[in-house]
């Protein structure tokens, strides 16, 4: 990135970084509210590349409408700032324009201060590969930056002068604004462009059962998704190390298939608006038929993980969705059977896997399975027996049980998904369905 976040080369030599934490009252209506969680926040900035040398926290009802922190605790920050010779200050908080100004005042030009979401966004810009993520970054970015930009350029508060460049008397601010204006309007119709190509693309082929992998970041989602597709998806323990979505089909048996995608994990205080940000990415958990919600068994906090994760899904797929919760990692648990019977009380229905482990993957693909097959039924159909290649699609979709033929017409039952066999007798109008079947 440009102008603000971590700087690669400088983020190589393990940036020395202060984290702040300032515990709030809860806001239902401000995922940022409520107790901050330094611990997170040090394993974002380790993910960022930072090395952590001291951490502040304060407990307040509100923030300090100019410096977020109170008086004391933002001299303790500039002590600790010069104390440990520190690059960096990273808040667990969102800081607005005015506040990041006056931090940034207090603890001296030579040390940045950045919030949660800038810290969010330079590993985004780290882990994007595909042409979608890397715009879909560069809009969180740029809309980040437009009000903050008193904050980062000062020195162009003054009026554009020279010669050959006096005009009617614009700031370079206000060039600045409007430029970056024009560049989120190229970016958002470049996404939109690739939403409708991808549309068009989804359109074309044949209607596949869909899973989507959510959950906590570093619950083990990609490390699933290859035990179950054979894929390669990049696998390490940091948070956000996957970021692009991908797709892989599995085949269950002969006729049953499925179309899995590994996506970004979430964490419990991801400020809504790169949920915005990224909703084009998350597009294939609002089109999935089902979610595989994957949870570290491990975890320190099991149920805030779960929590921080059905909230961000609420605004993304109905309440309704089928959900399997698949507790991954019970190889790295000290007493399995503990944890399994503790976390059962209140996830009755939940699995209790290991990834790395083969019967892993056959547990969650035999649920998978079992899923599929609730979602079926029986069907009598009768078509002309010169037309039996009609019968080709059924063949390859479902099950077929049964097929008579018999004074120039043939009946055939087929065992198959409600959403497929509709699809199909709408294809073909002269395969019909039996009534009463």
């Known amino acids: 990135m440009t102008g603000w976040g971590f700087d690669r080369r400088e983020a190589e030599r393990r940036e020395r970084a202060v984290l702040v934490g300032v515990h709030l009252p809860h806001d239902p209506d401000e ?103 890397r715009l879909q970054v560069e809009l969180a970015q740029l809309q980040y930056l437009l009000p903050r930009l008193t904050r980062l350029w000062k020195h162009l508060e003054r009026q554009a002068g020279g010669i050959g460049t006096r005009g009617p008397g614009e700031t370079q601010l206000e060039t600045d604004r409007r430029l970056i204006g024009r560049r989120l309007a190229h970016l958002r119709k470049q996404l939109q462009q690739i939403e409708r190509e991808e549309a068009t693309r989804a359109a074309g082929r044949e209607r596949t059962f869909r899973i989507a992998l959510v959950g906590y970041t570093n619950a083990g989602k990609s490390t699933l998704m290859n035990a179950l597709t054979g894929a390669d998806v990049y696998v390490r323990d940091q948070l956000f190390a996957t970021l692009d979505a991908t797709t892989r089909r599995v085949d269950v048996d002969e006729r049953r298939r499925f179309l899995i995608t590994d996506t970004v994990g979430f964490i419990r205080r991801l400020p809504h608006h790169l949920v915005e940000s990224f909703r084009s990415t998350l597009q294939e958990v609002a089109d999935a038929d089902l979610l595989l919600h994957v949870v570290d068994a491990g975890g320190q906090d099991t149920d805030h993980q779960i929590t921080s994760v059905n909230t961000v899904l609420a605004d993304l797929v109905p309440a309704d969705r089928p959900t399997l919760l698949v507790f991954n990692k019970m190889d790295t648990v000290p007493d399995p059977e503990t944890v399994r019977n503790r976390l059962a009380r209140h996830h009755e229905d939940a699995l209790f896997v290991s990834a790395v482990t083969p019967g892993g993957a056959d547990a969650v693909r035999q649920a998978v399975l079992d899923h599929l097959r609730r979602d079926e039924r029986e069907y009598r159909l009768r078509l002309p027996s010169h037309k039996l290649y009609l019968l080709g699609p059924w063949h390859r979709t479902g099950d077929v049980i049964e097929q008579v033929c018999d004074n120039g017409v043939c009946q055939a039952t087929v065992r198959m998904r409600q959403e497929d066999a509709r699809r199909l007798i709408a294809r073909e109008s002269e395969v019909t369905e039996v009534p009463g079947s």
């Open 31 to 133: 995922p940022l509210s409520g107790p901050a969680d330094t611990e997170e926040l040090a394993r974002l900035v380790d993910t960022a590349g930072g090395e952590i040398c001291a951490v502040l926290e304060q407990r307040l009802s509100a923030p300090n409408p100019r410096s977020y922190l109170g008086k004391g605790k933002l001299e303790e920050l500039t002590e600790l700032v010069a104390a440990h010779d520190a690059d960096l200050v990273v808040f667990d908080n969102d800081l607005a324009p005015n506040q990041g100004r006056n931090l940034q005042k207090a603890v001296g030009d030579e040390v940045r201060v950045i919030d949660r979401t800038e810290l969010i966004l330079d590993i985004f810009a780290r882990h994007a590969r595909t042409r979608q993520a």
